[in-house]
C-alpha cells in the first residue's frame, strides 16, 4: 500500500509549510507557503546562509535600506521555491499593515512587481493577508487586478464567509492554533474527530461547497499527523517537513474524510456581513480574535526580527 502522504496526493493537493528548500525538494509537493516566521527560520539556517549574502551584497551595491533589502531576500527564498514546484508561492505581506488597506494593496502590488523582475509571474504567486477586514477589503482590490490572495490567520467562519464575499483565491484556515487555545482554556484533551481546529475547517469547507463558493480552502498549522488524516480531501493542506515525513513513513490506509458531494449535508446557513456585523461576530469569538492578534503580534515580531538580522549583516558588509 503507499504511503499516507502519496494517498493523500490523490485527494488533496500538497503544499510545504516551510522556507527548507531541501524539504520541499524531498517530498515533491506541489505549492509553497511561508511566513515571516519560517523565512526567519530558514534565514538563520547554514544552508542558505548564500542568499542572505546574496541580498546584502544587493543592498550595499544598490544602498538600500534594510526594509528593502529584507524584503529582497523574501523574494530571492520566494524565486528558489518558485524553482521547486509546479505551482503557487505564498509571500506575505508585512505584518504590520494588516489594519492598513491602502498599505497592503501598495506592497502587495510592490511584491508582484518585484517576483516580475526576477522572473517569476504573477500566476505562481499568491500573496499572503491576514484575514482582518482590512485585509479583506485590500484583498478585494487585489482580486480585482488579477492579483491572486491566500488568507491567512483564519480562526472562524465569519471570517471565512467575508473572505468568500470578497471573492479571493484562496483561504488558510488554522487548525493547531485553535486546539491550543481550546486545551489552553478549557483544560480538555481532543481526539482528531473532536479536534476544534479539524472541526473549524471542516465547518469552512461544507460552507464554501455547499453554497457554491469558489474560493479553495487550505488548512493550516497542524499540531500532529491525526490533524491532517482527519481533514483528507480538502481541496488544499499546508503541510511542515516534520509530519510530511511522519506521513512518508505511514503505511496505513487514509480514508477521504471531506468531499464536496456530501457538504450540503453538514453547512451552515449563509452569512451576510457587513463590516459592522462582522467586527461584532469576530469580536463575541473571543478565540478566533484573540488568535488574529496574537498572529498579527508574532509576525511582525518575527518580521522585525528578520530586519534586526539584514541590518546586522549590513553593518558588516559595509
Known amino acids: 500500500m503507499p504511503s499516507k502522504l502519496d494517498q493523500l496526493k490523490t485527494m488533496t493537493t500538497v503544499v510545504a509549510d516551510t522556507g527548507d528548500m ?37 543592498g550595499v551595491s544598490h ?10 531576500l523574501i523574494l530571492k527564498f520566494g524565486v528558489e521555491l518558485s524553482k521547486m514546484v509546479p505551482g503557487r508561492i505564498s509571500t506575505e505581506v508585512d505584518a504590520d499593515l494588516s489594519f492598513d488597506i491602502e498599505g497592503t494593496v501598495s506592497k502587495a502590488r510592490e511584491i508582484i512587481a518585484g517576483y516580475k523582475k526576477l522572473g517569476v509571474g504573477r500566476k505562481r ?4 493577508i491576514a484575514s482582518t477586514w482590512e485585509g479583506i477589503r485590500a484583498a478585494e482590490i487585489l482580486q480585482s487586478e488579477g ?7 483564519m480562526f472562524s467562519l465569519t471570517q471565512a464567509a467575508a473572505c468568500a464575499d470578497a471573492g479571493v483565491y484562496l483561504v488558510s484556515p488554522f487548525v493547531g492554533r485553535i486546539l491550543d487555545w481550546h486545551v489552553k ?12 481546529g479539524v472541526l473549524s475547517v471542516r465547518r469552512i469547507y461544507n460552507y464554501y461547497k455547499a453554497h457554491g463558493i469558489e474560493t ?11 490533524e491532517i488524516e482527519a481533514l483528507a480531501g480538502c481541496d488544499r493542506l499546508t503541510i511542515s517537513p516534520q509530519l510530511l515525513d511522519e506521513l512518508a ?7 477521504r474524510r471531506l468531499d464536496a458531494k456530501h457538504s450540503a449535508a453538514h453547512a451552515p446557513a449563509k452569512l451576510s456581513l457587513d463590516e459592522k456585523t462582522f467586527r461584532f461576530m469576530l469580536n463575541e ?34
Open 216 to 226: 479553495e480552502v487550505m488548512g493550516a498549522s497542524f499540531r500532529n499527523k491525526g
Open 125 to 128: 504567486v499568491l500573496i499572503k
Open 285 to 318: 469569538d473571543a478565540m478566533a480574535s484573540e488568535k488574529l492578534g496574537e498572529g498579527i503580534r508574532v509576525f511582525a515580531q518575527d518580521l522585525h526580527a528578520l530586519r534586526e538580522l539584514v541590518s546586522k549583516r549590513l553593518q558588516e558588509a559595509a
Open 63 to 72: 544602498h538600500r535600506s534594510t526594509s528593502a533589502v529584507a524584503d529582497h
Open 22 to 58: 531541501d524539504a520541499i525538494r524531498r517530498f515533491g509537493v506541489i505549492d509553497a507557503t511561508t511566513n515571516p516566521t519560517l523565512i526567519l527560520k530558514a534565514a538563520r539556517m547554514r544552508n542558505y546562509a548564500q542568499l542572505l549574502e546574496e541580498a546584502v551584497l544587493w
Open 249 to 255: 513513513q505511514d503505511m496505513g490506509e487514509l480514508p
Open 185 to 196: 482554556n478549557e483544560g480538555k484533551s481532543y481526539t482528531s474527530e473532536t479536534d476544534p
Open 147 to 153: 492579483i491572486d490572495c491566500n488568507m491567512t490567520l
